[in-house]
């Protein structure tokens, strides 16, 4: 149903990075950002400086308002009414509803929206004890455990002594569709020049994943990540707020997944939007080790991870950046990448649609080797499990895997590791040439396994009190009575 009276406005400010492609009609609401089509609830637009280039989504899927991105139909339930796309708790009420606001960038709420009281419950910020983050001098940061942001080697290693990291990473919910393309990726055949499999870190959100799912990519010597419980859209969070959306994540992997809390290390903030110093000090606060919500620019050459001690060296693309010292929390950056436009974008799904298989292979080679041929700094693929919802680009990757995974004597590139945030973590702390990876503990697969695999999930029926609903879910975890949330990570 449609909300009518008793609305309340909650402007929410759009972000994205990304190419350009086809000049379209289309007015931008703002100069950046990725908008619905009005009218097709496949259709959207990416603006750029205000021009706006047409995309469709894969089959399958439908554009989220909420996401700024394809996702599963199940998910964004978009529909036609009065002769627009509409998404239920996503979108203005179209044309023809009354008191409709035109005013762009803006999400239309019932007053009695449970977010409506959370976020008024994060006005009253509480005062931060952060020390003001000064320049970063290389002499006074230094390896293993501070390193200023730049392009240079640690350690001034001879670029050709450092074996190229790829920097795998899925955003989103682990669902059956998504394990589906996981399996297909990391094959047995697939391994890196250590003879060990080829690894990527997964930052998981809650609704609709299957944690029986999670718990065996853990198991496989994956990482597990947080996204978020919860998603919504907030630029200004408490130190609380961000808890509450983190650490219950946190607890749910560790619950539901068996995942250690010491293994759950990292996070990327939902759509990107940095939290500031109050993101940064919950992360201090609870033992994380690195964030990677954070797009740099500077990819010619690009930037290798750094530390938050100091003032970040790179310009702030999305605020609100960190302004604060939190030593000894890594930053792994999302290094831009250069579209076939020529332009920018920080995810792979965020680049201008190539038209056919090759110019997704070419999207891939040619940023791959501006990393590769000149510093060697951490290559970032990030994308989404929608993202392979379009074979071709299914068919584009893998050939991409198979051509800097080959081994044979014809190789173009050697050397090249699939390896984990955590695990890129651990080389830059001690960085290690090529020749003596094979030692390099942090990298070997030797290990027992500190996840144990879940083979008989239980089917799990919830009540969803947010939703007034059933929601089910797996996991080899005794089932709760209540889906887990905000407030109840465990289901009580």
């Given amino acids: 149903?449609?909300?009518?009276?008793?609305?309340?406005?909650?402007?929410?400010?759009?972000?994205?990075?990304?190419?350009?492609?086809?000049?379209?009609?289309?007015?931008?609401?703002?100069?950046?950002?990725?908008?619905?089509?009005?009218?097709?609830?496949?259709?959207?637009?990416?603006?750029?400086?205000g021009i706006a280039s047409p995309q469709d989504c894969p089959d399958g899927l439908q554009f989220s308002t909420r996401l700024g991105n394809c996702d599963w139909k199940d998910n964004v339930k978009c529909a036609k009414y009065n002769g627009y796309a509409y998404r239920d708790g996503e979108d203005h009420p179209p044309p023809g509803t009354p008191e409709v606001p035109t005013?762009?960038?803006?999400?239309?709420?019932?007053?009695?929206?449970?977010?409506?009281?959370?976020?008024?419950?994060q006005t009253q910020k509480p005062k931060l004890e952060v020390s003001p983050a000064q320049p970063c001098i290389p002499s006074s940061c230094q390896l293993p455990n501070c390193r200023c942001g730049s392009a240079d080697?640690?350690?001034?290693?001879?670029?050709?002594?450092?074996?190229?990291?790829?920097?795998l990473t899925f955003e989103g919910a682990v669902t059956d569709a998504a394990m589906n393309i996981y399996e297909n990726t990391f094959k047995d055949t697939r391994k890196n020049p250590n003879n060990c499999p080829i690894r990527a870190t997964y930052f998981v959100s809650h609704?609709?994943?299957?944690?029986?799912?999670?718990?065996?990519?853990?198991?496989?010597g994956h990482e597990i990540a947080v996204s978020g419980i919860s998603l919504q859209f907030n630029r200004n969070r408490s130190i609380n707020s961000w808890e509450d959306e983190v650490l219950s994540q946190r607890k749910v992997l560790n619950e539901f997944a068996k995942i250690p809390v010491t293994e759950i290390v990292g996070m990327r903030a939902p759509y990107l939007s940095i939290g500031g110093d109050n993101q940064f000090q919950m992360l201090s606060n609870n033992g994380f080790l690195y964030d990677s919500s954070m797009p740099v620019s500077e990819n010619e050459p690009p930037f290798f991870s750094f530390t938050l001690d100091y003032r970040i060296n790179n310009d702030c693309m999305i605020d609100t950046c960190p302004n604060g010292s939190f030593p000894g929390i890594w930053e792994m950056p999302l290094v831009m990448w250069n579209d076939r436009s020529g332009d920018r974008c920080n995810m792979v799904d965020q680049c201008?649609?190539?038209?056919?298989?090759?110019?997704?292979?070419?999207?891939?080679?040619?940023?791959?080797?501006?990393?590769?041929?000149?510093?060697?700094?951490?290559?970032n693929i990030f994308t989404s499990a929608a993202w392979f919802a379009k074979e071709m680009n299914q068919r584009a990757f893998y050939d991409f895997l198979d051509t800097v995974l080959d081994k044979t004597d014809q190789a173009k590139y050697r050397n090249v590791y699939f390896v984990t945030m955590s695990q890129a973590i651990q080389w830059m702390k001690k960085p290690t040439?090529?020749?003596?990876?094979?030692?390099?503990?942090?990298?070997?697969?030797?290990?027992?396994?500190?996840?144990?695999?879940?083979?008989k999930p239980n089917t799990c029926t919830p009540w969803f009190e947010k939703?007034?609903?059933?929601?089910?879910?797996?996991?080899?975890?005794?089932?709760?009575?209540?889906?887990?949330?905000?407030?109840?990570a465990y289901g009580l």
Avoid at 153 to 167: A, C, G, R
């Fill in 433 to 455: 040439t090529y020749r003596d990876i094979k030692t390099f503990k942090p990298w070997q697969c030797t290990d027992t396994p500190k996840v144990q695999p879940c083979t």
């Fill in 153 to 167: 080697p640690p350690n001034v290693m001879d670029p050709d002594d450092i074996p190229q990291m790829i920097l």
């Fill in 467 to 488: 939703n007034k609903e059933i929601r089910p879910f797996k996991t080899c975890r005794e089932c709760p009575k209540n889906y887990p949330w905000i407030g109840n």
């Fill in 352 to 379: 201008t649609d190539p038209e056919n298989q090759q110019e997704v292979y070419e999207l891939l080679i040619s940023n791959f080797e501006r990393h590769y041929t000149t510093n060697r700094a951490p290559f």
């Fill in 207 to 220: 609704e609709w994943t299957d944690y029986s799912h999670v718990q065996n990519l853990a198991n496989q």
């Fill in 103 to 121: 005013t762009p960038g803006m999400l239309l709420y019932p007053l009695d929206d449970p977010r409506i009281t959370e976020i008024f419950a």
């Fill in 1 to 49: 149903m449609l909300a009518k009276i008793n609305l309340l406005l909650i402007s929410i400010p759009l972000m994205s990075l990304i190419g350009l492609g086809q000049i379209s009609a289309f007015d931008c609401p703002s100069r950046f950002g990725y908008f619905p089509d009005k009218v097709e609830c496949t259709k959207y637009y990416i603006c750029n400086f």
